[in-house]
């Protein structure tokens, strides 16, 4: 299948280190960035895994946008099969609590950008041998997995943007918002899941950005293309 012509043109642009963004292209130049992308994979037992659908492609498409812009950029990503962006240094993670692990080991940073789809929660105690069938149900016992967003944004040493992203079913807006205000971001953006052309699993998105006392509405398109409209977003606030 071809890919969308947004998309063509981006991986051209990335080959020739250009970018048709009106903003320069080393505008993040001198600036550390760090991307988390991707799922995260919550071991049942040898054999089983708890999970979602993240794909990464936008998270790899921001750390591609920002490297071109030229960022340093450090990318943190869950389990995806997915090039590495040219001149983006990788770090692999399966688990929220391996993720929590490179994002922190990856500081200080200026900018930290939290795409990636962690998991809320784990198996308390996974098990060491593959769970075998035996009654009509079973009950998993689960705990929290550390809050990476709130803890980077809770370290302000260094960093001058923490950037979220809110997956939502539902209530988009009003999701988004709150998880703005309540883990101290700077800026958050939010996307409708589980709609056809869009979200998990695409190559095509639609989201809206929120701070404080603003919000941007981008027009929907590829990712290649939406990663660009972000880091342009990311720049003005910067200075902002």
């Given at each position: 299948r071809l890919?969308?012509p947004?998309?063509?043109i981006a991986s051209?642009a990335?080959?020739?280190g250009s970018?048709?963004?009106?903003?320069?292209?080393?505008?993040l130049?001198?600036l550390?960035?760090v991307?988390?992308?991707?799922?995260?994979y919550?071991?049942?037992d040898?054999?089983?895994?708890?999970?979602?659908?993240?794909s990464?492609?936008?998270?790899f498409a921001?750390a591609?946008?920002?490297?071109?812009r030229?960022a340093?950029?450090v990318?943190?990503?869950?389990p995806?099969?997915?090039?590495?962006p040219?001149g983006?240094r990788?770090?692999?993670?399966?688990?929220?609590?391996?993720?929590?692990q490179a994002?922190?080991?990856a500081f200080?940073?200026?900018i930290?950008?939290g795409?990636a789809?962690v998991?809320?929660?784990t198996?308390r105690?996974p098990?060491a041998?593959k769970?075998k069938?035996?009654n009509e149900?079973?009950?998993?016992?689960?705990?929290?997995?550390?809050d990476?967003l709130?803890?980077?944004a809770a370290q302000?040493?260094?960093?001058?943007?923490v950037?979220g992203?809110?997956?939502e079913?539902?209530n988009?807006?009003?999701?988004?918002?709150?998880?703005?205000?309540?883990?101290?971001?700077?800026l958050?953006v939010?996307?409708?899941?589980?709609?056809a052309?869009?979200?998990?699993?695409s190559?095509?998105?639609?989201m809206?950005?929120?701070w404080q006392?603003?919000e941007?509405?981008?027009?929907p398109?590829?990712k290649?293309?939406?990663?660009?409209?972000?880091?342009d977003?990311?720049?003005?606030?910067?200075?902002?």
């Amino acid at each position: 299948r071809l890919s969308e012509p947004e998309a063509i043109i981006a991986s051209l642009a990335a080959s020739t280190g250009s970018s048709a963004s009106p903003v320069a292209n080393r505008a993040l130049a001198g600036l550390r960035v760090v991307v988390s992308a991707g799922p995260t994979y919550e071991d049942l037992d040898p054999v089983r895994y708890l999970g979602n659908r993240s794909s990464g492609k936008m998270g790899f498409a921001i750390a591609d946008s920002a490297r071109r812009r030229g960022a340093e950029v450090v990318l943190v990503a869950g389990p995806v099969h997915l090039a590495t962006p040219p001149g983006v240094r990788r770090v692999d993670v399966r688990s929220a609590a391996q993720m929590h692990q490179a994002v922190f080991a990856a500081f200080p940073a200026d900018i930290y950008i939290g795409a990636a789809a962690v998991a809320d929660y784990t198996p308390r105690m996974p098990a060491a041998n593959k769970i075998k069938k035996s009654n009509e149900s079973l009950a998993l016992d689960l705990v929290r997995t550390p809050d990476i967003l709130s803890e980077v944004a809770a370290q302000a040493e260094g960093l001058k943007l923490v950037v979220g992203f809110a997956a939502e079913t539902e209530n988009v807006a009003g999701y988004a918002r709150g998880k703005l205000v309540a883990k101290h971001l700077d800026l958050i953006v939010a996307n409708r899941v589980g709609v056809a052309d869009g979200g998990f699993e695409s190559d095509q998105n639609a989201m809206t950005a929120y701070w404080q006392d603003g919000e941007r509405t981008f027009t929907p398109g590829a990712k290649t293309r939406l990663a660009d409209d972000l880091i342009d977003l990311i720049v003005e606030r910067l200075d902002a």
